[in-house]
């Protein structure tokens, strides 16, 4: 597996990270717990270095599942995990909170969670209006002070709240959603990125499955579990209008003899050098097809016909629900 460095904090990680969310969390049914840990142990035996959770993914289970699976390669690997939720006694997400003292709280359990002495990169993993951008920075670089957290990061965090938290705490890398059909990134955050010297981390690199050619125009998401039930570009009507997508994806990658998804995320992997895409992936297959796209080269033919093939469809349906857009901070 290549490696690159996000940003220029010296961050070393696997080009192609893992995004352990969907095993446990978000995406329908919960894979089975044996062979969850088997995808994620897989994954480090291919090269992968880098993998994602949250406390907020079960919540709190998908971080057991991470714990016990890196255990026996803790020191191989990077641990990423998220703070940032109110989370309740029955184990629900109700609100917001930053507060440092609630950071310091649920470091010390993700800690425990995760069979670890220390977390390689932190997130917030959304902003709290609540709290002063500052304050966070400020308790994030008293954790890493003292040696439990290692690098800082944001997740769909605005420009101007990057700037606060980096001058208190220099920032690694943020993390967005950033795909093909999601490029949103490119006119808010490439250039703080490039000024500031941090990393972009992708999380649904592959459309929630869609870039992959594997949803298809009859599927529905009606499982309770399942996240995309509730994103209008997922409903019957748009899923039909964005198959235009999938067809010429479908087509680049059979004259080139690899996958749509591989199609999708090479071309992230072209856009910068500081640019690591974190895939889910809920069986060894899926890594297999994911990772195989370290290697693939795109000419620079290939990123034009790209390129221009994407600005003559018109993507239907904004791509997450009202209420999770609603979280982003802009």
């Not at 352990?20 to 919960?30: I, Q, T, V």
């Not at 459309?207 to 949803?215: E, H, N, P």
């Not at 680049?252 to 003899?257: C, N």
Request: aromatic share 6%; with cysteine; charged share 25%.
């Amino acid at each position: 597996m290549q490696k690159r460095t996000l940003g220029t904090s010296g961050l070393e990680v696997s080009a192609i990270g893992l995004g352990c969310m969907g095993l446990s969390f978000g995406l329908g049914p919960a894979t089975d717990m044996k062979e969850a840990i088997g995808v994620i142990r897989s994954a480090v035996e291919r090269g992968v270095t880098l993998f994602d959770t949250a406390e907020g993914y079960g919540p709190f289970v998908n971080e057991e599942l991470v714990g016990e699976a890196l255990e026996p390669v803790r020191d191989q690997v990077l641990i990423c995990t998220k703070f940032g939720f109110k989370i309740n006694e029955k184990r629900e997400m109700v609100g917001l909170d930053s507060r440092p003292a609630h950071i310091r709280e649920v470091v010390d359990a993700s800690l425990k969670r995760l069979r670890t002495d220390r977390i390689d990169l932190l997130y917030q993993h959304r902003v709290d209006p609540a709290v002063p951008m500052e304050d966070v920075a400020g308790a994030v670089k008293a954790l890493i002070a003292e040696g439990k957290v290692k690098h800082f990061g944001l997740s769909e965090a605005s420009t101007v709240n990057i700037r606060k938290a980096h001058a208190v705490q220099p920032v690694a890398a943020i993390q967005d959603h950033y795909s093909l059909w999601m490029r949103e990134p490119e006119q808010t955050k490439f250039a703080v990125c490039e000024e500031l010297g941090i990393g972009l981390v992708a999380w649904g690199p592959l459309g929630q499955g869609f870039l992959t050619g594997a949803i298809t125009r009859d599927m529905t998401f009606d499982d309770p579990n399942d996240l995309r039930k509730d994103f209008p570009r997922f409903t019957p009507d748009a899923l039909e209008a964005n198959f235009k997508v999938v067809d010429f994806l479908k087509g680049l990658a059979s004259r080139k003899v690899i996958t749509p998804a591989q199609i999708a995320l090479a071309w992230l992997l072209a856009q910068k050098p500081w640019i690591v895409p974190i895939p889910g992936g809920t069986k060894v297959a899926h890594l297999d097809d994911n990772l195989a796209a370290a290697d693939v080269e795109l000419t620079a033919e290939d990123l034009a016909e790209i390129d221009a093939a994407f600005a003559t469809i018109d993507i239907k349906g904004a791509p997450l629900s009202a209420g999770l857009d609603a979280a982003i901070d802009r």
